[in-house]
């Protein structure tokens, strides 16, 4: 299986912050990596995938980037509804996607 | 729009059973394959099992082969999964989610399992 880490596992910010999360792949994934936000009690939300494409409606002020293993969330310019946790994913290896831990976002 | 309401959660006992169902709406469901993903929390988000768009092929996470089942009704537009023999490490919430090349671009709100006794 292909093991997917992330960094920091939580992070506080303040509004209009900009944010960078790290993922990490442990083996060349290429660019198939998707992000996910996730409100309490919500399901995953798709962001980006293919590691910097954004899913249709999401803000611009959500940006991905990287490729083999190591990849990078941006949210520039927080807003409040942005408070969330934010899972990478794999697509590489399927059947079998693995997701990152998560990384939790706060108020500070 | 689409929209993906799970049902069939709730509390058992170690080694029984329970089926989960996932309806399935506005979209033509018999197009996309489908997967279901349970989510521990803490622990995080795991794949359990994907089902073609015909039914005809299906995987299992290695945590759940032998014992859960996934199916689906295309008539019905509906997804199952049948857990047996449940353990109390696969409390989680299960959520069914469409797929779309390797995608899960639509997720219902999810069903609460707990095994416990």
């Known amino acids: 299986d292909i093991q997917m880490t992330q960094s920091p596992s939580s992070l506080s910010a303040s509004i209009g912050d900009r944010v960078t999360i790290t993922c990490r792949a442990s083996?060349?994934?290429?660019?198939?990596l998707n992000w996910y936000q996730q409100k309490p009690g919500k399901a995953p939300k798709l962001l980006i995938y293919t590691a910097s494409t954004l899913q249709s409606g999401v803000p611009s002020r959500f940006s991905g980037s990287g490729s083999g293993t190591d990849f990078t969330l941006t949210i520039s310019n927080v807003q409040p509804e942005d408070y969330a946790t934010y899972f990478c994913?794999?697509?590489?290896?399927?059947?079998?996607?693995?997701f990152g831990p998560g990384t939790n976002v706060d108020i500070k | 729009q689409v929209q993906l309401v799970e049902s069939g959660g709730g509390l058992v006992k170690p080694g029984e059973s329970l089926r989960l169902s996932c309806a399935a709406s506005?979209?033509?469901?018999?197009?996309?394959?489908m997967t279901w993903i349970r989510q521990v929390p803490g622990v995080g988000l795991e794949w359990v099992s994907d089902?073609?768009?015909?039914?005809?092929?299906?995987y299992y996470a290695d945590s759940v082969k032998g014992r859960f089942t996934i199916s689906r009704d295309n008539a019905k537009n509906s997804l199952y999964l049948q857990m047996n023999s449940l353990r109390v490490d696969d409390t989680a919430t299960y959520f069914c989610a469409r797929e779309y090349a390797t995608l899960l671009e639509y997720w219902g709100q999810g069903a609460l399992v707990t095994v416990s006794s």
């Open positions: 083996q060349s994934i290429s660019n198939y």
């Open positions: 506005g979209f033509t469901f018999s197009d996309y394959s």
């Open positions: 089902i073609s768009f015909s039914g005809t092929t299906t």
């Open positions: 994913q794999q697509s590489y290896s399927t059947p079998g996607i693995t």
